[in-house]
């Protein structure tokens, strides 16, 4: 299984942002599929994650600017970044593993697959 993230770039403060992911290999609709950021000398922290029913799940300093989404016939989860704030900037990498349970899909440790990234530059 591959990802591969698209769509980082440089975007000024306010504005919007959406990162595509598509999936090669496996079976994507059963998958559950996250975005994580990490800034430089930051850990990796979790963003939003839909799982397999197109239930979500957003950390609290993105909730109600960010919105994830999945197109099962496209094999690509999306992340819509709107009122973009220069703290959002980093590296957006997206993540999927088979049938995550809820409580885990916060964590990066439980997804199986990774994509390599793409850079998100906020100016203020």
């Known amino acids: 299984v591959q990802l591969q993230a698209f769509g980082g770039g440089l975007v000024q403060a306010g504005g919007s942002l959406r990162l595509p992911c598509v999936v090669s290999?496996?079976?994507?609709?059963?998958?559950?599929l996250g975005w994580f950021r990490q800034a430089p000398g930051t850990e990796r922290e979790f963003v939003a994650a839909?799982?397999?029913?197109?239930?979500?799940y957003y950390a609290d300093s993105i909730k109600g600017r960010f919105t994830i989404s999945r197109d099962n016939a496209k094999s690509t989860v999306y992340l819509q970044m709107n009122n973009i704030i220069p703290a959002d900037t980093a590296v957006y990498y997206c993540a999927g593993g088979p049938s995550l349970i809820t409580s885990t899909m916060r964590s990066p440790d439980a997804y199986y697959y990774w994509g390599q990234g793409t850079k998100v530059t906020v100016s203020s």
């Open positions: 290999g496996g079976t994507f609709s059963r998958y559950s």
């Open positions: 839909i799982k397999w029913s197109s239930a979500q």
